[in-house]
């Protein structure tokens, strides 16, 4: 069988071993390619892992692949229902970056109510030398204790995120498409979630009922002093309405991890908005979460080849 790995350079920078993918017979390493490069490296071979490169109906039709596996959870960028036509496999990898991608978004939550980063450089500009008492408050700090954390998305994640919140003292509602009682957690509608929550933190995956979910309508949900934390996907967010809101103080600020283009646009709205917090989607990216996946990714390859593929999101 011939592999074709495709986005190398955004699982490892040498940091991790992918070896694991090279037992199932020939492999073949690449990065970033466009469109027509792919279908170009594709042509013989029978298996493709990819991240986040677009395995299209343009790109499928013009290949012979019998397995597309993603180095991700989310597979937005495949064209799911070509592929079911096609008869070719298509699996994903849940649930390997759970505990990454949960102290990333604390991180940034901590950072949203502690302003740590903010003191870090007033103090490097050198501010508490020229200080005249000990400790000075130029920027506000506000425990998250007793305060309200609202998650869009009760999955793995979503559900991990809730247990850390509680053990912080939050109170904890979600929104969920999927009924469920889980203890210490309320389960609100949409409009509850937007209206009641200090912290909106989102864990769901991208589809037509999720785009731009937050918008001009629910931002105006929310409380002057709230603040919006997305570790999920960037299409969630229509990002000049949430530039709008944060510029005109008509919610306190905003933690992104991921945008809707990736890498950032140029022009991306949200660059400079006020009280607004971005980091280069690093939140599934620690080491150990990336070694995970791997041995992940290998597994349904191997799985496939028997005969009995797991992780299959297009039965």
Not at 92 to 109: A, E, H, I, K, R
Not at 237 to 245: K, N, P, Q, R, S
Not at 256 to 273: F, N, R, S
């Amino acid at each position: 069988m011939k592999t074709v790995i495709l986005d190398t350079c955004t699982v490892t920078k040498g940091d991790v071993d992918l070896s694991a993918l090279e037992q199932f017979g020939r492999t073949e390493y690449y990065d970033i390619l466009s469109k027509e490069q792919i279908i170009s490296v594709l042509g013989d071979a029978d298996a493709v892992i990819c991240n986040k490169s677009v395995i299209d109906r343009d790109v499928i039709e013009a290949t012979n692949l019998k397995f597309i596996g993603v180095f991700a959870t989310g597979y937005n960028n495949i064209d799911i229902e070509c592929a079911k036509e096609k008869g070719i496999v298509v699996c994903n990898v849940p649930g390997y970056s759970t505990d990454s991608v949960v102290q990333v978004t604390f991180s940034l939550l901590l950072e949203l109510a502690s302003n740590t980063s903010k003191y870090t450089h007033s103090v490097a500009d050198g501010d508490w030398q020229r200080a005249k008492q000990f400790s000075y408050f130029s920027f506000p700090i506000s425990e998250i204790s007793g305060k309200v954390l609202g998650i869009y998305g009760l999955g793995t994640i979503g559900m991990a995120v809730a247990k850390v919140a509680l053990a912080f003292g939050m109170r904890v509602v979600a929104y969920t498409r999927t009924p469920k009682v889980v203890d210490g957690i309320e389960i609100v509608s949409e409009e509850c979630l937007f209206s009641e929550s200090d912290f909106i933190s989102f864990h769901c995956p991208l589809t037509k009922k999720t785009a731009k979910i937050v918008n001009e309508r629910t931002l105006s949900l929310m409380k002057s002093t709230a603040f919006i934390i997305n570790t999920a996907r960037g299409g969630v967010i229509d990002e000049y309405a949430l530039a709008d809101a944060l510029n005109g103080d008509r919610i306190a600020g905003a933690a992104l991890d991921v945008l809707t283009y990736e890498p950032m646009a140029v022009d991306c709205p949200l660059m400079g908005a006020k009280n607004c917090i971005i980091t280069p989607h690093i939140a599934w990216a620690a080491i150990e979460s990336r070694t995970r996946l791997i041995k992940k990714v290998s597994d349904n390859i191997a799985a496939f080849v028997k005969g009995s593929p797991i992780n299959v999101v297009n039965k």
